[in-house]
């Protein structure tokens, strides 16, 4: 079964990468495109497909394309307004359709959210919060994984300021089971370890350098140990993530957005997948944005696009039982 790939904003890089990928996996890894085939580079061959059914028999000849036709053309790093609302129609279709079992996982190009409010008032903070909605599901994690590293940030796009207010131990605890979960269905491991940063230097000295490890982290933790789930910490950040560390653990759990995101971007930089864990369905994205600013260039990079598709496959994979 097909894995469905979203066009995301069209005046991105998203058209490019979306060729460049079927130029790398071709059959290997077959996937369509949910978008308008007028907005693709045009060395790309388009095989416009009605159901994704036939996507590996298209593929051969050329990127399958589930058509939905825009009201605008593709205008290198300057987004459509009118476009706006077909952008979300082409996540919509996308889990409609791996919802009914026609697309194995969802992969999803880069939105750019401005474009989306001001064009069709888009009230999500992004991707995750929608899709979340369109599931039908309360609660979700975002994780960024790639080969060296797999890290979840506790808190994602809030101040720092707003970081101590918005940790509490049932939000901690919530996270590490969805994680711990993913992690033995998404990822087949059988026992995942999860190590836990504290939000302070040195995860606050007992106490001296802030109190957050003691009143709110550590009893969160306490609770999970009880349930069998098996973890390290609050630990310091700082140590976390050397290469002898990151052995010893198969997720890290964070405390706010750049303590996860600094350590994954320095070591998978152009390979870093973003998933969304607790979704009834396979969700990753390649990490990184629109890049409007190289858009139409022919310089965009397509690694972690292509990363991001590799690991819908295997997770797919895993939730079918291999």
């Known amino acids: 079964m097909p894995a469905a790939l979203t066009c995301g904003e069209p005046a991105g890089i998203g058209p490019e990468l979306a060729a460049k990928a079927w130029r790398e996996l071709g059959t290997d890894l077959p996937f369509f495109l949910i978008g308008d085939p007028t907005h693709l580079p045009g060395d790309c061959p388009v095989i416009v497909i ?9 593929c051969v000849r050329g ?34 359709l791996v919802q009914a079992g026609k697309a194995s996982a969802l992969c999803t190009n880069p939105i750019h ?10 009230a999500h903070p992004g991707h995750t919060e929608f899709l979340a909605e369109l599931a039908g599901v309360k609660n979700v994690v975002m994780m960024l994984a790639s080969d060296a590293l797999r890290v979840v940030p506790t808190t994602i796009h809030i101040p720092l300021a707003e970081v101590p207010g918005a940790l509490n131990p049932g939000l901690i605890a919530d996270t590490i089971r969805i994680t711990h979960q993913a992690l033995k269905r998404d990822f087949g491991i059988a026992h995942p370890r999860l190590a836990v940063a504290g939000l302070n230097p040195h995860a606050g000295e007992g ?4 109190g957050e490890e003691i009143a709110t982290i550590s009893p969160a933790l306490e609770q999970l140990r009880a349930e069998g789930i098996e973890l390290t910490g609050p630990m310091s950040a700082d140590t976390m993530f050397h290469a002898a560390a990151r052995k010893q653990y198969d997720a890290a759990i964070c405390m706010y957005h750049d303590q996860a995101l ?17 979704l009834p369905f396979v969700r990753t994205s390649p990490d990184h944005g629109t890049a409007l600013d190289i858009a139409g260039q022919g310089a965009a990079n397509p690694t ?13 994979q895993a939730r079918a039982g291999g």
């Open 113 to 122: 959210k401005k474009a989306l409010v001001d064009g069709a008032g888009f």
């Open 207 to 210: 106490g001296v350098i802030g």
């Open 63 to 96: 990127l399958p394309v589930l058509a939905l036709p825009f009201p605008e053309p593709a205008t290198p790093g300057a987004p459509a307004r009118a476009n706006a609302a077909l952008v979300i129609d082409a996540i919509r279709t996308g889990v409609d």
């Open 262 to 278: 600094i350590p994954i971007k320095t070591l998978a930089f152009d390979s870093g997948v973003n998933v969304t864990l607790g």
């Open 304 to 316: 972690s696009l292509i990363a991001a598709l590799r690991m819908a496959r295997d997770m797919a």
């Open 50 to 58: 009605s159901d994704p059914a036939q996507t590996a028999a298209a």
